[in-house]
């Protein structure tokens, strides 16, 4: 049974930094796109970052320049380093780990959530 494990939540103020980890019990995690969503209390999950099994990164506009996402793929692991944190960016953050396969079935797997506060 795959298992996402997300790591790194807390409460920090606003300006500081955190840095989410996300390991993922599954063989060949390289081959896995990763992405990291939130969800905030009475909104939408959005996409916050992603980050292809070629390395190709991507990143809503609310979080460019302010949010790196990376991987190591020796530890099984994806991270998203959270700088400059402003209280709208107070949500909960779930790591997604997604494959495709040439018979077009697709391997979504998700993690239970980190709880991020941005506070004074």
């Known amino acids: 049974q795959v298992q996402v494990v997300e790591t790194g939540g807390g409460l920090v103020q606003p300006g500081g930094s955190l840095r989410l980890s996300c390991e993922v019990s599954v063989s060949a995690f390289s081959v896995y796109d990763m992405a990291w969503h939130r969800q905030a209390p009475g909104n939408q999950r959005e996409l916050v970052a992603s980050?292809?099994?070629?390395?190709?990164?991507k990143y809503s506009d609310s979080v460019k320049d302010r949010f790196t996402i990376s991987r190591d793929n020796t530890k099984n692991t994806v991270y998203l380093q959270m700088n400059s944190l402003k209280p709208e960016d107070t949500a909960v953050y779930y790591c997604n780990a997604e494959r495709g396969t040439w018979t077009g079935y697709k391997y979504d797997y998700w993690g239970q959530g980190t709880q991020v506060t941005v506070s004074t």
């Open positions: 980050i292809r099994s070629g390395g190709n990164t």
